[in-house]
T-cell receptor, first 113, second 120 residues
Framework: GNSVTQMEGPVTLSEEAFLTINCTYT??????LFWYVQYPGEGLQLLLK?????DKGSNKGFEATYRKETTSFHLEKGSVQVSDSAVYFC????????????FGKGTTLSVSS | GAVVSQHPSWVICKSGTSVKIECRSL??????MFWYRQFPKQSLMLMAT?????????EQGVEKDKFLINHASLTLSTLTVTSAHPEDSSFYIC????????????????FGPGTRLTVL
């Protein structure tokens, strides 16, 4: 079945540093890919998504490109802020027909000022 | 985005008791409901999928008689953990999927805020 591998954290950065969180996937067919963020004490929120190869999802300065050739969907941000401190989850659809998601293990990001 | 609520947000119970968790989609019709669980510092794992008015489909390794799911309406689904034990302590998250009441083209998956269950 479909699966996703996400770099393990924690990731600790200073404010305004560049962020990359790696995510690779294994899938049959053409899944949709997602990044979700979970702030302390809150539920999951969709950060960005891409539904087909070469699509770039972007939101709040974060970007990720659906790379079919490398089966990757790495999350990047050029300049992180303290408020970006959270847990980030890479996810993909379980199968083509359904919308259940398979999640990576999550990466904790801590940004200090 | 859609508004999804879960109740209770946290619960502590004694071993052997049953706990019911409610999930409500407040502004759209949830034709499908996914239930996940998340252990501390781990990922979300899909437990089961239910469609409104029909029986839930459980993932491998999830006991259907232990985790009872009811999805009787388009706005409410419940997960009952029967005869809970300490190993059931976890964070349970619902995720409704459906169509927006005002915008039928809207089809995105949202997540409830979660319910933390602690079984003593």
């Amino acid at each position: 079945g479909n699966s996703v591998t996400q770099m393990e954290g924690p990731v600790t950065l200073s404010e305004e540093a560049f962020l990359t969180i790696n995510c690779t996937y294994t899938a049959t067919g053409y899944p949709s890919l997602f990044w979700y963020v979970q702030y302390p004490g809150e539920g999951l929120q969709l950060l960005l998504k891409a539904t087909k190869a070469d699509d770039k999802g972007s939101n709040k300065g974060f970007e990720a490109t659906y790379r079919k050739e490398t089966t990757s969907f790495h999350l990047e941000k050029g300049s992180v802020q303290v408020s970006d401190s959270a847990v980030y989850f890479c996810a993909l659809t379980k199968n083509q027909a359904g919308t259940a998601l398979i999640f990576g293990k999550g990466t904790t990001l801590s940004v200090s000022s | 985005g859609a508004v999804v609520s879960q109740h209770p947000s946290w619960v502590i119970c004694k071993s052997g008791t049953s706990v019911k968790i409610e999930c409500r989609s407040l502004d759209f019709q949830a034709t499908t409901m996914f239930w996940y669980r998340q252990f501390p510092k781990q990922s979300l794992m899909l437990m089961a999928t239910s469609n409104e008015g029909s029986k839930a489909t459980y993932e491998q390794g999830v006991e259907k008689d232990k985790f009872l799911i009811n999805h009787a309406s388009l706005t409410l689904s419940t997960l009952t953990v029967t005869s809970a034990h300490p190993e059931d302590s976890s964070f349970y998250i619902c995720s409704p999927n459906g169509q927006g009441v005002l915008d039928s083209s809207y089809n995105e998956q949202f997540f409830g805020p979660g319910t933390r269950l602690t079984v003593l």
